[in-house]
């Protein structure tokens, strides 16, 4: 047994389980403890803004459930955030509610939907985001919990409990929290945020729905083509359309971000090289009965289904799976230490640009 | 180390008694019994001693009944309630001086309101963020109260004798006795 310092507080532990259990026991839970909120820390969260504590930040009209700024306090409480982080926490919501896609319910989809949060600015360094090493894997307290902050909002306060409301019929690891610093440090080009727009100096929350992430392995890359093919193949994988087309979030490691910027690339050249070069032969479409498209929703059907028309953009013989260049986004991030990037599969189909909030000061 | 508090509901569905309504101003202050429920806190019962003899003198006002609560941190349980409010006309409450017990204080000032009573609390304006936020917790946002300076803690009787001189006509608006 390790001798802690006699500064370490000392709990009684039959107390730190009564209240732990008592949070289990009513289903306010993500599976994982969460912290007890109580009255003094409500205030401290609410004391970091200026809106009011009844604001509703993104109502769930089908469900008759709001959320207001107060249970968005109640939830960064247990998900075990700092007080200041909370103005983040709130853009977060801005962000998502003018998304769209969970307002609509989408939380509940069977497909498993998560959400992508990426934070940009100032309060990335000031709050201690991690937007190196491990991003995707845990272990910085405000990407944990800040992304968390949503997931136990979607549980508590909008009651989406595992196979009662929300219907995934698997999920994605990223709904226990996925959330990551751009690492603008390390990258050749202007920012998320400012490339669409933000000024310099001012933080923000960009949310992106999305499903999975798939790792690409391309230390090996010595040109920029190498790379982007590797790449469009990622993106061009047929188990992810669901819908006519796809969208993406490309979340370049600095090395890469570098090889492809000293080559020529910037963001819409990458844009425009994975446009052309994401495309799954119709053949392989034929195989996967993913050659056609329902009639109202564009959904991927078999040609043969009865539901099914032909897909005028076959007419070449094969599909380009991305709906257009601003079908992906580009983010930098992780550790300059290798050739390692990965591709979001996102759910932003028909969005021209991400859905982006300002963290208030 | 503060005290043990409440833990909140995260759910926005709790069964919450969304009652704003104040107990009648009915009951004449002269005369009347005036209970000083003191939470524990440091100066707590100096200050409501000074507010009740002051009242004592200006409005003449009846008995004083000092109650002392067990816990600062949480609001009254169902039969420190009725006991506080049984037999009192009036209701003043100090003070809430950190987070969990400016809270409470305020938790017990809208309690003995709905339970028939004209309550003021008093809090040091350190913590009304942490008052007014219990306040819509417990389903009455906007409840007044009465702040003071912080801190209360460090004063000598001399400036108690003042700080209840600068609270009293707030807490006589409270109670509805003047306008």
């Not at chain 1, 709130?90 to 959400?115: C, F, N």
């Not at chain 1, 983010?331 to 963290?359: F, T």
Request: hydrophobic share 40%; aromatic share 4%; with cysteine.
């Amino acid at each position: 047994m390790t001798l802690l310092s006699p500064e370490a507080p000392k709990v009684d532990p039959t107390l730190v389980e009564t209240v732990l259990e008592y949070s289990y026991e009513r289903g306010w839970t993500d599976g994982m403890p969460t912290v007890p909120c109580t009255g003094e820390q409500l205030g401290r969260f609410l004391a970091q803004t200026t809106r009011a504590a009844d604001e509703v930040l993104l109502e769930l009209g089908h469900l008759n459930r709001s959320l207001t700024v107060r249970l968005a306090a109640v939830n960064a409480v247990m998900a075990g955030c700092r007080p200041e982080y909370f103005p983040t926490v709130l853009a977060a919501w801005d962000a998502l509610r003018e998304e769209g896609y969970v307002g609509a319910g989408m939380w509940q989809s069977t497909t498993g939907i998560g959400t992508l949060l990426v934070v940009n600015g100032p309060v990335r360094n000031e709050q201690g985001f991690n937007s190196g090493a491990n991003l995707f894997g845990s272990g910085a307290r405000a990407n944990a919990t800040v992304g968390r902050a949503l997931r136990l909002v979607a549980i508590n306060v909008f009651g989406l409990a595992p196979g009662v409301l929300d219907q995934s019929t698997q999920g994605t690891p990223a709904k226990y929290s996925l959330c990551l610093a751009e690492n603008e440090e390390h990258s050749p080009w202007p920012a998320l945020a400012q490339e669409h727009g933000v000024a310099v100096g001012e933080s923000t929350v960009t949310a992106i729905s999305m499903r999975s992430v798939s790792h690409i392995e391309a230390r090996q890359a010595r040109t920029a083509e190498q790379l982007l093919y590797d790449i469009a193949g990622t993106v061009a994988r047929t188990g992810a359309l669901l819908q006519e087309t796809l969208s993406t979030c490309l979340v370049l490691s600095p090395e890469h971000a570098q090889l492809l910027a000293d080559q020529g690339f910037d963001r819409p050249q990458i844009r425009e090289f994975l446009e052309e070069h994401a495309v799954v032969p119709e053949e392989v479409l034929v195989r996967a009965g993913k050659d056609g498209v329902s009639s109202q929703q564009r959904l991927r059907l078999p040609g043969d289904h009865p539901d099914a028309r032909r897909d005028p953009r076959l007419a070449s013989g094969e599909l380009h799976v991305l709906g257009g260049p601003e079908a992906v986004n580009i983010v930098v991030a992780g550790a300059p230490n290798c050739g390692i990037s990965a591709v979001v599969d996102a759910h932003n189909v028909g969005r021209p640009v991400p859905s982006i909030a300002l963290v208030a000061r | 180390m503060s005290q043990p508090a409440a833990i909140l509901d995260p759910t926005g569905r709790e069964d919450v008694n969304q009652n704003s309504t104040l107990a009648p101003r009915s009951t004449p202050l002269s005369g009347a019994t005036v209970a000083l429920l003191d939470n524990g806190k440091v100066n707590g019962a100096n200050l409501l001693e000074a507010l009740g003899r002051l009242l004592q003198e200006t409005e003449g006002v009846g008995e004083l009944r000092l109650i002392h609560k067990k816990y600062a941190g949480q609001p009254l349980d169902e039969h420190e309630l009725k006991e506080v409010a049984s037999g009192c006309g009036f209701v003043v409450t100090a003070i809430g001086d950190c987070g969990s017990c400016s809270a409470a204080t305020v938790a017990d000032g809208i309690l003995l309101e709905r339970a028939g009573v004209p309550s003021a609390s008093i809090c040091t304006e350190q913590f009304a963020v942490t008052a007014a936020a219990m306040a819509e917790v417990l389903g009455f946002a906007g409840y007044r109260f009465v702040r003071t300076r912080h801190p209360v803690a460090s004063l000598t009787s001399e400036e108690l004798d003042g700080r209840a001189r600068q609270i009293a006509p707030e807490v006589l608006q409270i109670w509805g006795v003047t306008a």
